[in-house]
């Protein structure tokens, strides 16, 4: 037998192996397609909705798909499809739907609520069986490739947590601190964070962010490898000196961080930078080592602060005895061991009792089973490919597309990136004697035949040169049909979404195509970003700070203006090259220096920009900043002067806040630099009123 026969043979034993349910409340209908599709499936029928979801609840196991008839009584095909959608089965379970309606309200509804597939009466054979076996065996390959990635990230977090776990363990060995410790921080941040996302839209982790926090937290206290053993594990109090060398393990724990020579922007680096340094922050600004207060204090480090504590005094250390759950608690609540954020003292209050229920009975997951929500969600946010809902109504849109096609005598197409699919209207593909769908088509050698290589390279180059701001653009080429070469004018309109791009046009009698390597992510990279340092560029900068300084005064915000002193000496000594190190060299500063949320730019030469929002007074966390930003690049002194200016004192405007900060740059730079100062009433006196356009660059 040859191996195409087996194959063949191998996919029609899987394919009887499949089961559907009919649901029609019409028995003809039902008859129709289990005579379409007996032969290579098990047929289940359904004369109604409350039937059919009797039958999915007991056979969910086994089922592969559902052929739904929208319109029906008792329960019709939506109300099937939300309480589908509701009990999570729509994920497993792919629903085609059946119905001679065609109105885009309709077929947008049931894409809203999951269906995977539409097929119209009267029924076409050749269209039902495409549609059946595709939809089927898509689902299987995604199961199967969610089952692979939940693996291998399953693996790849195991590796890692493994490494760090040793890690930890070589700290806590030298801290006399029992071999729990590590793994109840972790338990207990996961904890935490998981509730914090129910209970609050104020933060939201997803759980790839979930994972990195927890793994994170187990380096928290990395910085006491370089304390003093003797002071490590005092028995008794310890002095005020030993006590101010031991909260010097913080800013070790970071500089250790600090110096790594690679991988300086990896999420877990820089979520372990937060946690090592700000753990022992606390909310009123009473902790160390920097004294941030409120929300200046990483989400992240909050929480892991809390599970710390949490753990110090529920466990045996060598200068005390473990002090009972319901009392360590209260002890925490009542500010014993500092304030912490009230939405996190609501957390520990709301889930006390069953924390303990679970530390008791150590109900940390290790499976490769947990990760497939985090596939899951990767999908969802398009991370992994395009979203399957905007290509579907894609879809539907074709539709006014061929209408308007057969008015026009044009060609008209859709083309994704990701999937690389171009679709052309019904007319249309006939006209150029194409399918209608092409997969891959910068491959097809059918398309290929038709557009010359160099028109090919002309179109990629139009692609690259889109922007939102300019999507459109038409090329005239000469394209080969079966008639003969002809000249055709293309026109299409390029659009963006977080990741793929999307194309659509008309033309004469023609198509278009685009380089599928080419990706927005990149291109938008390319745009926003400075290429020596990695920060956004001004205009990028600019354009974010507007968007949120135009949702009005709704919070209170700094933003900053920064030079490098004597930048030019370090060039003129040094070389252009180690005036680049320098640069690159404050920027990573300043990214290790502010949150997620803050905006860092370079707005030019040695000149940076900081935008961040603030609760209370925001002078700590500018000279924090500031600090950070000094010390030594070789033989180098690196010292900046700081110019800032506050929403409270300029207005929302974008233009004026950035004349402000400069001024109040220029009024450092006078006195010779080296210093921070914010925008007043002096400076308005001395360089005059601030104007909008003044602060345009």
């Not at 065609?102 to 049931?110: D, F, K, N, P, T």
């Not at 909310?283 to 504590?309: M, T």
């Not at 030594?632 to 950035?658: I, P, Q, R």
Request: hydrophobic residues 40%; charged residues 30%; proline residues 3%.
């Amino acid at each position: 037998m040859k191996f195409e026969e087996k194959e063949v043979n191998f996919l029609e034993s899987r394919m009887r192996k499949y089961k559907i349910l009919i649901v029609d409340d019409s028995e003809m209908n039902r008859s129709i397609l289990a005579d379409m599709l007996e032969d290579q499936y098990d047929i289940l029928e359904a004369e109604n909705g409350a039937r059919a979801l009797e039958l999915i609840e007991s056979c969910q196991q086994d089922l592969s798909l559902v052929l739904l008839d929208i319109v029906m009584p008792e329960t019709d095909g939506f109300g099937v499809l939300e309480e589908m959608k509701r009990k999570g089965y729509i994920s497993d379970i792919p629903v085609i739907m059946i119905s001679s309606e065609h109105g885009a309200s309709c077929v947008e509804r049931a894409y809203e609520l999951g269906a995977a597939d539409f097929i119209s009466r009267p029924f076409d054979a050749l269209i039902v069986h495409r549609r059946v076996d595709n939809t089927i065996l898509l689902y299987a390959k995604q199961k199967k490739l969610m089952e692979l990635a939940a693996r291998q990230i399953y693996e790849k977090e195991r590796e890692n947590g493994l490494m760090i776990e040793i890690l930890s363990h070589v700290v806590e060995f030298r801290n006399g601190e029992s071999g729990r410790h590590i793994h109840r921080v972790r338990f207990l941040t996961e904890f935490f964070l998981r509730d914090l996302n129910q209970r609050t839209d104020a933060y939201h982790f997803s759980q790839q962010e979930i994972m990195t926090i927890s793994t994170a937290s187990a380096l928290h206290d990395i910085g006491k490898i370089a304390i003093q053993e003797e002071i490590l594990n005092k028995p008794g109090r310890l002095t005020e000196e030993e006590f101010a060398v031991m909260r010097t393990h913080a800013q070790i724990g970071a500089q250790l961080l600090d110096n790594l020579p690679v991988h300086q922007e990896d999420p877990l680096i820089k979520t372990v930078y937060s946690i090592c340094r700000w753990h022992h922050e606390r909310y009123d600004g009473s902790g160390y080592p920097d004294g941030l207060r409120g929300e200046e204090i990483p989400i992240e480090a909050q929480v892991v602060a809390l599970a710390d504590v949490y753990d110090a005094l529920t466990s045996d250390r060598v200068y005390k005895k473990a002090i009972p759950h319901a009392a360590a608690v209260q002890m925490i609540l009542d500010g014993k061991c500092g304030v912490f954020n009230p939405l996190l003292m609501e957390c520990l209050t709301e889930v006390a009792d069953k924390m303990e229920v679970s530390l008791s009975e150590d109900k940390l997951q290790d499976d490769p089973g947990q990760f497939r929500g985090v596939v899951e969600e990767m999908l969802r946010r398009e991370e992994l490919t395009a979203s399957d809902r905007t290509l579907r109504l894609l879809e539907c849109e074709r539709m006014k597309y061929d209408f308007f096609a057969s008015l026009t005598g044009e060609v008209q197409f859709e083309y994704t990136l990701d999937p690389a699919r171009l679709v052309l209207s019904s007319m249309g593909a006939d006209q150029v004697g194409l399918p209608e769908v092409i997969m891959d088509p910068v491959h097809d050698e059918r398309l290929l035949q038709i557009l010359p290589s160099g028109e090919l390279e002309r179109l990629c180059v139009l692609l690259q040169a889109a922007t939102p701001a300019r999507p459109e653009a038409s090329i005239d080429c000469k394209l080969r049909l079966e008639k003969g070469e002809r000249w055709f004018r293309i026109v299409f309109r390029t659009t963006w979404s977080e990741e793929p791009l999307c194309c659509t046009g008309a033309m004469g009698k023609a198509i278009d195509i685009h380089d599928s390597r080419v990706r927005t992510d990149h291109l938008e990279r390319m745009v926003s970003s400075d290429q020596l340092t990695g920060l956004l560029n001004h205009a990028s900068a600019k354009k974010r700070i507007k968007a949120m300084l135009e949702e009005g005064p709704t919070g209170k915000f700094a933003l900053a203006i920064f030079d490098l002193d004597g930048f030019k000496s370090a060039n003129d000594t040094f070389g252009h090259q180690f005036g680049d190190k320098v640069l690159v060299q404050t920027a990573q500063r300043l990214r290790q220096g502010t949150r997620r949320s803050d905006i860092t730019a370079r707005v030019g030469g040695d000149e940076y920009l900081l935008f961040l929002e603030y609760q209370q007074e925001p002078e700590p966390t500018i000279r924090r900043i500031f600090s950070s930003l000094l010390g030594k690049c070789g033989d180098f002194n690196v010292s900046v002067s700081f110019g800032v200016a506050l929403t409270e004192t300029v207005g929302y405007d974008y233009d004026m806040l950035f004349q402000a900060a400069d001024k109040a740059l220029y009024t450092i730079k006078r006195s010779g630099g080296g210093q921070y100062r914010f925008y007043d009433a002096g400076m308005r006196d001395t360089f005059g009123a601030l104007s909008p356009v003044d602060g345009e660059m």
